[in-house]
């Protein structure tokens, strides 16, 4: 079908804008926040009004990349939710003036179905049914994906998401934000099981990084009363060993949903999908058990408007269009 939309995603700390047309998308852009770096994490006020400056940029050089005017937009799609609300606030008034000026519906988007369906943007593409490990700084997530819009949450953490407890830990570790990527950079250089870590194992599917979270405190607290020089001295060590315990604990839940529904293609998804000890060590899982393994480009794991108008163009062509009066929701369930 000959279907055009913009899409707009501000859920955090990235305004990004992507043109689909003909079910391919056309262009991706995204304008990095940098205000927060000093912060040492996303500060929501600062977030919203740094979306306000980029918003229009982000768009123009969307629609130009394109080689699409604004006339010849369908739609307009916009992140509804999860996420901060006045980040999601300006995301979504400006899709909705912009749709309400053109006289086009709007289409609005859940950020984590977006982040599993960005599985489509290019070939290999999964089959349904397949299981897809959702994991970021807000989620960590094992859903069960039967169609483009019929998904179930399986399994989930029932505290902290494993990206946080990447970026917790990296503070202690007093490296600058964002401290995720850091540990695995660092890992490169270190030993895996130079330390161990406890791997918590909840009931079911479920999964819980608070308690790791606390041991890596205590860890360094007693090592650097007896070495006050132990994290420089033992950094790669360091990062390598709680990136290994952590992806563990991951994988662990996720081999066992496979098991239970006996689904073999096995994605995943999320801004923690960027982590290549996680990637690795998915693919050495995969060849083990014969799963088919999916693991998207570098720039459709973290937050991007690709992903939101894959996500929207699905909802299009079954005809799930949203009226005026949504509104944003920071806490959005499937």
Not at 142 to 161: C, F, N, P, S, W
Not at 214 to 227: G, I, N, S, V
């Amino acid at each position: 079908m000959n279907y055009t939309l913009l899409a707009i995603e501000s859920s955090c700390d990235e305004t990004s804008a992507a043109v689909l047309a003909n079910g391919k998308i056309q262009s991706n852009t995204i304008a990095t926040q940098t205000v927060h770096h000093k912060y040492g994490g996303v500060v929501p006020e600062l977030a919203s009004r740094a979306h306000q400056q980029h918003i229009i940029p982000v768009v123009t050089q969307a629609l130009a990349e394109a080689n699409i005017t604004k006339n010849q937009l369908d739609a307009v799609a916009f992140t509804r939710g999860p996420g901060l609300l006045g980040a999601l606030l300006v995301g979504a008034s400006f899709a909705k003036s912009l749709a309400l000026g053109l006289n086009i519906p709007i289409i609005a988007v859940n950020h984590m179905q977006a982040h599993i369906l960005a599985h489509f943007i290019d070939d290999p593409k999964p089959s349904f049914p397949f299981l897809c490990l959702t994991v970021s700084g807000g989620h960590t997530q094992i859903v069960r994906v039967d169609d483009y819009l019929k998904m179930e949450i399986i399994g989930e953490t029932q505290d902290d998401a494993v990206g946080e407890a990447f970026d917790k830990t990296a503070k202690l570790l007093n490296l600058p934000y964002p401290g995720g990527p850091l540990i695995d950079k660092y890992a490169q250089a270190g030993n895996p099981k130079a330390f161990v870590f406890p791997q918590v194992d909840m009931p079911g599917l479920s999964y819980s990084f608070s308690g790791i979270k606390t041991a890596f405190l205590y860890f360094l607290r007693d090592q650097t009363a007896k070495d006050a020089a132990f994290v420089d001295n033992n950094l790669s060590d360091i990062c390598a060993s709680i990136q290994y315990t952590l992806v563990k604990i991951l994988l662990k839940k996720l081999i066992k949903a496979a098991k239970e529904t006996g689904i073999r293609d096995i994605a995943i998804a999320g801004g923690v999908s960027a982590n290549s000890e996680l990637r690795k060590q998915i693919m050495l899982e995969g060849a083990d058990r014969n799963w088919r393994v999916y693991i998207p480009k570098f720039e459709y794991c973290t937050d991007n408007a690709a992903m939101i108008a894959m996500a929207a163009y699905y909802k299009a062509m079954a005809g799930e269009f949203s009226s005026q009066d949504i509104s944003p929701m920071p806490r959005m369930d499937f």
